[in-house]
């Protein structure tokens, strides 16, 4: 699914950190109000980011190990 500007309207603007999209790909995850926010919550905990803690989950995962931390 693609989101589709508007005329006149800007592109969104990526947080600071975010990894350049031509070398990663977005995923949409819907999540149950509730798991949402004990999420949010782990994560604050963890002084994470939800794209950093599902990134490291996926890695993990899938046995793939990280030399650098993403910028």
């Known amino acids: 699914m693609t989101h ?11 947080p600071l950190g975010r990894r350049d999209t031509e070398t990663s790909r977005t995923i949409i995850v819907r ?3 509730n798991t949402h926010k004990a999420l949010r919550i782990r ?3 963890q002084d994470m980011s939800i794209q950093e803690w599902v990134e490291g989950l996926v890695e993990r995962e899938l046995g793939i190990r990280r030399t650098t931390k993403p910028a």
């Open 4 to 14: 589709q500007n508007k005329p006149g309207e800007s592109e969104p603007q990526a």
């Open 31 to 33: 999540l149950d109000p």
């Open 43 to 45: 994560v604050a905990e």
